[in-house]
């Protein structure tokens, strides 16, 4: 396997990690605090912006890249952005009303949702073992699901299942920002050169698309924005989340889809709902009923399955890269 399908596995699961911090910091800091979701992602994107306009700046390269974009494609990459407020309004929402390790296990099912859509529209992934594991996952959330509570907010559930078809969507309209096309990644396209649009670019221009559809949201639903409308213990909350949860996270699934494709990097990033359940449980104090442990332990067999999917002689580079 070549050292750059390697990396894409790498960051496929750096992006899933990166992921699976949001919950902690919205329901550890922001929350808490009196700041709720809508205020948050106004926060979140504008540090994210703020970050990937950066690292996009002190690369010359990016900085050329930048300069050759024509009007078509930025209006794309800034509609692509703005969809994702879609999956994160859902997300959110949803968190506010039931336990993150639960909205965690139900958004697992989104790789199975993107591996469906790519057999059409993308680069399907190969290998009856990680078709195993989505069937595992899928499994489990179902397990999990069965399991919830009668006083568990049903609002709450059905935003939870709207999550990964949101974000399933927003998956592929990335991959083909990203140049990815039915049968081929964007790296087989590019020849090796990797995404269409460089990710330090499509970063910043995407999560400006999405700033700017946040802001006007939260606008709209005359939401305290202002820094001294913020109380001081909400702040720890919206750094982490912007620069962990949207900056490093959008940027790395977006270069890992370009490498190897939008199905096979979802399954990669399925780590997040490890990185969820376990910081929900360890720093939350959250609980799970025995089916839901059960679910749980369903989720994370295919997570492994998913990991064991990656041919052994990957991962001693894979180790090496990271």
Known sequence: MDRRRVIGIGLGALAGAAYGTGPYFFKEFVYPAGVGWIAMLAWRFAFAAVVSWLWLLVQPAARAALRQLDRRTIARLLFTGAFFIVNASVYYAAIERIDTSLVALIMSVYPALVAVVSLRLGYRFEGRLAWVSLAVVILGTLLTVGGVNANTSQL???LALLSPIAYAAYIILTAWMAGERPGQTADMRSRGRGAEVPPPVAGAVMMTGTFAVTLTLAL???????????PAGAWPGLVGIGVFAAAIAIQAFYASAARIGAAKASLMATVEPVVVIMLGITLLGEALSPIRIAGAAVVLA???????ATPAEARPVLIEEL
Not at 220 to 230: K, S, T, V
Not at 302 to 308: D, I
């Open 156 to 158: 709450g559930i059905f």
């Open 220 to 230: 709209a639903a005359r939401e305290p924005l202002l820094p001294n409308e913020i």
């Open 302 to 308: 295919g997570v492994l399955l998913a990991q064991l």
